[in-house]
């Protein structure tokens, strides 16, 4: 089971540091996953099966991105998992899927582990499975589906820090649709909660969480990865 914190825009180096270390030191056995911003990336001595990550970065090793950040800049801190097509980067920041796959394209070069997220907006899950399927599989356009070290998140725009996650049955659903192509773990993604936790990764084709606001409080994310370990 993975189960992963996407910290966004929360935490500082301080408090990144408290919670890497807290969970660092609880010997947990699942795949522990942690993307804190980038001002508080740090050289962090992990246990094998806890990876701190990066939420973005530029698709160059270095050069004149003004702002930007590049992968020497990861290097520094030995960043080995990268979150890629977030649906927050894909819609208030407007990355197109060209981007995206730069970016893909650049961090599989490195031999980087991937967090791959795709997901649909609200219009196209009312129109049902078909075409948030259809939307989908065009977020996988340009992307090598068969690299070794990739995950993929299924978070529907609609349920990411909105408090309202997807259903069972239609995690189970679009989960069971990717897994027919997708041989990487599956992760779901979207309003994940302490208390929902148990059941979404009891989903026969789900292999953890990606969690947001839940995961930002260090005790509801051990909670969430002491599910995970019992499971
Ligand atoms: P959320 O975010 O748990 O706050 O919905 C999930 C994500 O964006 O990965």
Known sequence: MIV???FKTNHNRQSTKEFVDFINNQNYFSEVRIFPPYTALNKFDLAPNIKVGAQNFYPV??????????????????????LVGHSERRHIVGESQE???????????KGCEIVYCVGEPKEIRE????????????QFE???????????????????????????EDIKEVLSCLREKIKAPLLYGG????????????????DG????????????????IEIADNL
């Open 191 to 206: 309003s994940v909660k302490v208390a929902t936790t148990k059941d979404i990764l009891e989903i026969k084709d789900c």
């Open 142 to 168: 340009g992307i090598d589906i068969e690299y070794s070290e990739l995950i993929v998140a299924y978070e529907p725009v609609w349920a990411i820090g909105t408090g309202l996650s997807a259903s069972l």
């Open 99 to 109: 981007t995206i796959c730069a970016k893909y394209n650049f961090a599989k070069a």
């Open 4 to 6: 992963a914190s996407n």
């Open 61 to 82: 090793q270095n050069g004149s991105f003004t702002g930007e950040i590049g992968f020497e800049q990861l290097e520094e801190f030995e960043v080995e998992t990268l």
């Open 127 to 138: 129109q049902g499975i078909e075409a948030v399927m259809s939307y989908i599989w065009k």
């Open 209 to 224: 969480v990606l969690v947001g606001t839940a995961s930002w409080d260090v005790d509801n994310f051990s909670k969430m």
